[in-house]
């Protein structure tokens, strides 16, 4: 987690590292910091709480001139999240600077060493051992930074992407990384260095995604050298061309990214299966499963690793991929399975989804499927992200930057190329025939209409949220593809709202849940008319014999729900298997005004951060 930003060139640092970490705020946002170099001295500015507190502070206590600067927003791993724990840190001579995502695991044998050896600490944090053993190699060793970093980092154990500057030398910053993300970005005689390019992309379309265990000098008036940090072999900087716009990271008129995100999906769906449904020609067409198809076709079977809300899509897809495909799927939290020793064969294929392609658990359940010989496909939004570039091969989300901490367009377009996959390897085993194929794909066509109609329930969402805001739990029912919705509509609201909510398959529910219900608990009932309607009935006809308030999620024209249920939110008819993609708009839209009714912060709910970059 942790998001950092640096700069050097021939413009004021100040503001480009400010709004670059508010761009990076969703990596962390516990406390915050910034130093200036002006060439002879530096400015330090860090404080506890968000980069706006970081700006009053600074703007009240620094000179904030300077063309280098470096950045950090924090999500705390060592030491509570105060001013002295925040980044930069400066090495005990004041000459070196640093500020670093990840976590160095061996710390605390470093410090021991370090402080025998007369270094103090201020903090309570592993980035200011790192910084200080990088100073004690550069005296010792008597060798530049670069090279003092690179030794450093041969004696550290963990994860890092970190960017550092020496006061003698103004017109470089060396960084590096191994397991968290490093972009550089390349202007016209200037640098910026990122978490992801979000705070450059207004200066630079063209950047470098740094590798694991590579490092940079990046040095005014220079090429970028990339060298590798084990055995210093010299590697060639691939410069891409950014995607991304500016206004995909704004909120373009909504008061939170959430919201735009939530209306984004339509727009979010269609891009993603643009191009690759060709409904009218019967055709999926997708290059990663194309070009791997046998794979696929021979998998004894397929499992499926994620954490969050990108797991609960992988849920959804087991669902669909044994339904349709009829492939056996298991799926596992990646921080599981990465740790129990699972059997995996050459004959298996891994399937890993994640929005950011950053989630260290997930990516190091695919180092370890690989080196066991899996064919590991990846499903990721964030282009080049660091899955994206581990698995053999892969199909990206179109979502677009999801920016909220709260997943919401990831998890239905993640849901989209699931389906698309299971449809296309379905055909190609012959499980169904050319009509029922025919229709899926005409009726995924149509969900982006349907979506947006379900948003029209916007409002009614909004006064169903007001009865119940002060709910202090929840429980979220569904059964076949819509019991993952339960789950994902849960997390949603605890994350958001800090209710406690669960979600069960509504069948489950009579073996412990149903203790809690009484006439204080709202149970959302996921009730589409399709799959075990007439089971579900049941279940809520068991809820409100206990007196329980029942908001049910239903098709248009439903009746028999309808009758039972305290509240009804309605959702146009498609087929079971596509039910998911509509029957969770209304959840995300409930925890919304919910979350917003207490007074949350919908965007950056606390202790949370959008990229899980630690285990
Ligand atoms: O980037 P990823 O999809 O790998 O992230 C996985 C989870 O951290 C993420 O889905 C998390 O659960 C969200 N906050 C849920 O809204």
Same mark, same amino acid.
């Given at each position: ?166 006061? *003698?030398?103004?017109?470089?910053? !060396? ?6 993300? &490093? @972009?550089?970005?390349?202007? $016209?005689? %200037? #640098? ?57 990271i704004e909120k373009g008129g909504y008061d939170h990214f959430m919201l735009k995100e939530i209306y984004e999906q339509p727009r979010a769906i269609l891009d993603t299966y643009r ?34 809300? *990108?797991?609960?899509?992988?849920? !959804? ?6 339904? &349709? @495909?009829?492939?056996?799927? $298991?799926? %596992? #939290? ?32 695919i180092k370890m499927a690989k080196e066991r010989g899996a064919f590991v496909f990846g499903v990721c939004n964030v282009v080049g992200s660091s899955i994206a570039r581990e698995t ?224």
């Amino acid at each position: 987690m942790c998001g950092i930003v640096g700069y050097i060139g021939h413009r004021d640092a100040y503001p480009i590292i400010i709004k670059g970490l508010q761009r990076l705020e969703y990596r962390g946002y516990d406390s915050a910091g910034i130093v200036l170099f002006d060439g002879e001295d530096t400015q330090l500015s860090k404080t506890k709480g968000k980069v706006e507190d970081l700006k009053d502070k600074s703007k009240a206590t620094i000179s904030t001139k300077g063309k280098l600067g470096l950045g950090h927003t924090r999500w705390a791993t060592h030491g509570v999240p105060n001013g002295v724990n925040s980044h930069p840190h400066y090495s005990n001579s004041g000459n070196l600077v640093i500020i670093h995502n990840g976590i160095i695991e061996n710390y605390e044998s470093i410090k021991k060493a370090l402080v025998e050896r007369g270094y103090t600490f201020e903090s309570d944090t592993d980035t200011e051992v790192l910084i200080n053993l990088i100073e004690e190699v550069k005296e010792k060793e008597g060798v530049k930074l670069g090279k003092a970093v690179q030794i450093a980092l041969n004696q550290v154990i963990g994860a890092y992407a970190i960017a550092v500057f020496d006061k *003698s030398k103004p017109d470089e910053i !060396v960084v590096a990384k191994l397991g968290s993300p &490093l @972009a550089i970005g390349i202007g $016209e005689n %200037e #640098y910026f260095i990122a978490s992801d390019a979000s705070p450059f992309i207004e200066f630079t379309n063209n950047a470098v995604y740094l590798e694991d265990e590579e490092m940079a000098i990046v040095r005014l008036g220079k090429e970028i050298k990339l060298r590798k940090i084990k055995d210093d072999a010299i590697a060639y900087p691939n410069i891409q061309e950014l995607q991304l716009n500016i206004e995909e990271i704004e909120k373009g008129g909504y008061d939170h990214f959430m919201l735009k995100e939530i209306y984004e999906q339509p727009r979010a769906i269609l891009d993603t299966y643009r191009g690759r449904l060709l409904a009218n020609q019967g055709i999926i067409r997708m290059a990663g499963i194309d070009q791997n198809l046998e794979k696929f076709l021979n998998a004894n079977r397929i499992i499926i690793v994620a954490c969050g809300t *990108s797991w609960h899509a992988g849920l !959804v897809a087991e669902y669909i991929f044994e339904d &349709l @495909a009829r492939i056996p799927v $298991e799926v %596992e #939290y990646a921080s599981e399975f990465r740790y129990r020793n699972p059997v995996i064969t050459e004959n298996d294929v891994l399937i890993a989804i994640s929005q950011s392609g950053e989630t260290a658990d997930t990516l190091a359940a695919i180092k370890m499927a690989k080196e066991r010989g899996a064919f590991v496909f990846g499903v990721c939004n964030v282009v080049g992200s660091s899955i994206a570039r581990e698995t053999h091969a892969g199909a990206y989300t179109h979502a677009g930057p999801e920016i909220g901490v709260a997943s919401t367009k990831a998890f239905t377009t993640q849901i989209t190329v699931l389906t698309l996959i299971a449809l296309k390897l379905a055909k190609e085993k012959g499980e169904f025939t050319d009509s029922k194929f025919h229709e899926l794909l005409t009726q995924l066509e149509g969900i982006p209409a349907k979506v947006e109609k379900t948003l029209q329930s916007n409002v009614l969402i909004e006064q169903i949220a007001d009865v119940y805001k002060d709910s202090t739990n929840c429980l979220y029912l569904g059964r076949g593809y819509n019991f993952p919705v339960a789950l994902e509509g849960a997390l949603k609201l605890k994350e958001i709202s800090y209710i406690h909510a669960e979600g069960y398959p509504a069948a489950e529910m009579k073996h412990g849940p149903i203790a809690l219900i009484d006439d204080q608990m709202p149970v959302i009932v996921i009730a589409t008319r399709k799959g075990h309607y007439e089971k579900v009935v049941s279940n809520i006809q068991e809820i409100k014999s206990r007196h329980g308030k029942i908001i049910a999620v239903v098709f248009e024209g439903d009746e028999t729900v309808t009758q039972l249920a305290d509240h009804i939110i309605e959702v146009p008819e498609t087929s079971e298997t596509l039910s998911p993609l509509l029957t969770t708009i209304p959840l995300q839209l409930l925890s919304y005004h919910i979350a917003l009714m207490r007074g949350c912060n919908v965007d950056q709910p606390r202790n949370l951060a959008k990229s899980v970059t630690v285990e």
